[in-house]
């Protein structure tokens, strides 16, 4: 494998020499999230799709892309029907959030097989997962065909999140959701250990 030259850490860091190796073009990245994108079909029946390549693309509107394979059963249901959602499961259940990704929608109820719960979005026309803490209700804005994945863009019309979840300052509280990433390398699911800092503030005593 090819080596790149050191790169020596600048003030306030550890002093010591770092040695970076090239693995190559891979679809790496740290954390992925790990995304429940909810459709109907043209019968009205829902589905459930765990992604991993997806997160926010816009401020302006508030909006979120996620790229999806044309062979999946999601896929056609975003072409007709041009709204999902998106549910953030929690830790407690990775499995039933893994399984939504390793069978096809084409041949499988995965809610039935799950025993979770398909709610119909209020804003959009699309189920999400009554039992994840938090849902994006999303209707589509453009396609981006890329390779063999087509980005799917969509404007948040709506977050609904569980009362549970909610922290004392009324926003939504990470340390009760719960949620989870995934380590594309490895094939592994990560917990998250707490806060480390406060955005926004922390760079600060660097400005110093």
């Not at 009205?44 to 509107?61: H, L, Q, V």
């Not at 999140?161 to 004392?168: K, R």
Request: charged share 25%; net charge positive; aromatic share 10%.
């Amino acid at each position: 494998m090819t080596r790149v030259k050191k790169v020596y850490p600048g003030p306030g860091a550890n002093r010591y020499p770092m040695t970076k190796r090239s693995i190559g073009p891979r679809t790496l990245l740290y954390p992925h999230p790990v995304l429940i994108i909810g459709t109907y079909d043209v019968s009205g029946r829902p589905n459930a799709m765990a992604a991993a390549w997806g997160g926010i693309c816009s401020s302006r509107p508030p909006a979120v892309a996620i790229s999806v394979q044309k062979a999946r059963q999601t896929y056609e249901n975003l072409v007709e029907q041009r709204e999902f959602t998106i549910s953030i499961p929690p830790v407690d259940y990775v499995r039933e959030a893994d399984y939504f990704g390793i069978v096809s929608g084409h041949d499988t109820d995965k809610f039935a097989a799950t025993g979770l719960t398909p709610v119909k979005a209020d804003r959009v026309n699309a189920p999400y997962v009554g039992e994840f803490p938090v849902v994006l209700e999303c209707r589509l804005l453009q396609t981006v065909e890329i390779g063999v994945h087509t980005q799917f863009i969509g404007e948040i019309l709506d977050v609904k999140v569980d009362e549970s979840v909610i922290g004392p300052d009324g926003k939504p509280d990470i340390g009760k959701i719960r949620s989870f990433a995934y380590d594309s390398m490895r094939q592994e699911y990560y917990g998250f250990a707490g806060v480390v800092a406060k955005a926004f503030s922390a760079g600060k005593e660097v400005k110093r």
